[in-house]
């Protein structure tokens, strides 16, 4: 058998006994600078590859969300009534969408932008109205009806019949000029049936609303002609001290106005009739989102109506933006965890939320609101072993404010341009 000294001889890597090395103190000195060399790339590396690296790019805007763009918001409009609120979309093509309601949500506020009642409901004003056949105006005064009301008489009035139907108007105005013999007939048929002195439990009035301007503004007449339904011992709110009544939005001729001053009056309780009637206050919140194409637009905000008239200089378009973005919705979570990568992303995503936008001019200035928007693209992109993955698409903006006069009815409008690039980030 072959000894095991006689394999070991043939060993080409023979080492030297430890007994026969010499430790030094330069050998220790350079052993301690290595490891610690060791130990400082070590950590480089590891904070090098830990460490998430970012790249910036201009790219052709190609989001997921095609040739549309969303725009959520909510605005609260102190002294804007529901009734006459309307939103309007149009674009440099020549696009122009009125009155938006499918993707809206309007509710009645107070001063203090609390809301004062349900969601109200557009479907109750009808689009067409009917009026009567127009009267010649030398016609008029023979057909006594209607009692003239002010500030001092309206209060007075109102305490003393069950129900007071008034027509709030203004002499100028083509709409109040086509109810008015109508409403003196319908007054005229009313007060025979339902004698004041005998019956007594409804009586028709008018205001002119230039005469008494205050009274009308007290009751949040914004449009002209209202019909205005007030009910004995329900028109104060105790809880926000605002004046209770109801709006009329039927058709205005003649035989349309009797049958619903008969049902008003009628023993048949209201949940049975078939009168276009809501309860009204001074303000309006409106929330929702419409969708525009990219292209330079405009959001607008104003009262619109076809059967009223406006007096601009008493319009006031004052708001209050509560949220305004672009864009698809982004949860608070996943902003927050892009944020940790990217800390300036989002800064600008909402950036007039929580604004307030306030016409302190004149009453005879007619005053537009007006914002001027640049919206910009930007996309997170993460690369994981060259693999590409969306975190976020986040539309950004900025925004410059102004109140300048406007010859037409003020509105509140929002300007909006939108950059063709796109900012993309990416990180690995």
Not at 12 to 31: Q, V
Not at 387 to 395: N, V
Request: overall charge negative; proline content about 4%; charged content about 25%.
């Amino acid at each position: 058998m072959v000894s095991l000294s006689k394999i070991k001889s043939v060993d080409f890597y023979r080492k030297i006994p430890r007994d026969l090395t010499e430790a030094s103190l330069l050998g220790a000195w350079l052993s301690v600078v290595a490891a610690v060399s060791m130990i400082l790339l070590f950590g480089m590396e590891l904070k090098n590859y830990l460490t998430v690296s970012t790249s910036t790019s201009i790219v052709v805007d190609n989001s997921s969300d095609g040739d549309f763009l969303r725009i959520d918001f909510n605005i609260s409009f102190p002294a804007l009534s529901c009734e006459f609120a309307s939103v309007d979309v149009s674009d440099v093509l020549g696009t122009n969408r009125l009155n938006i309601t499918k993707t809206l949500r309007k509710f009645t506020i107070d001063p203090d932008l609390r809301r004062t009642g349900a969601e109200y409901n557009s479907e109750l004003v009808p689009q067409v109205i009917q009026h009567g056949e127009e009267v010649d105006d030398d016609a008029v005064p023979a057909l006594p009806g209607a009692v003239s009301l002010n500030s001092d008489s309206f209060d007075r009035i109102a305490h003393e019949y069950p129900i007071l139907v008034v027509n709030f108007f203004a002499p100028w105005c083509y709409w109040s000029t086509r109810l008015k013999p109508s409403w003196e007939k319908t007054a005229k048929i009313i007060r025979e049936r339902y004698n004041p002195e005998t019956d007594g439990r409804i009586i028709l009035g008018k205001v002119d609303c230039t005469e008494d301007f205050e009274l009308c503004k007290r009751h949040h007449i914004q449009g002209y002609p209202s019909i205005r339904i007030f009910r004995k011992g329900s028109d104060l709110r105790e809880d926000h001290g605002q004046h209770e009544h109801e709006s009329y939005y039927g058709d205005r001729d003649t035989k349309a106005l009797v049958k619903a001053m008969e049902e008003l009056v009628s023993p048949l309780p209201l949940g049975n009739q078939k009168l276009a009637l809501a309860p009204l206050t001074g303000g309006c919140r409106i929330e929702g989102y419409v969708r525009v194409k990219k292209i330079p637009g405009n959001l607008i905000i104003s009262a619109r109506s076809g059967a009223h008239s406006f007096d601009s200089s008493h319009m006031n378009m004052s708001h209050v933006i509560s949220h305004l973005s672009f864009g698809k919705t982004i949860s608070p979570q996943v902003l927050s965890d892009v944020k940790r990568l990217i800390p300036y992303i989002g800064r600008s995503h909402d950036k007039l939320n929580g604004r307030s936008f306030i016409n302190h001019r004149d009453l005879d200035a007619n005053v537009t609101i007006e914002h001027y928007l640049q919206v910009v693209k930007t996309e997170v992109v993460t690369r994981i072993y060259s693999r590409e993955s969306s975190l976020l698409e986040d539309y950004e903006y900025t925004a410059h404010s102004s109140l300048s006069q406007s010859v037409d009815v003020p509105v509140a409008k929002f300007h909006f341009e939108l950059s063709p690039m796109q900012v993309t980030l990416q990180t690995a």
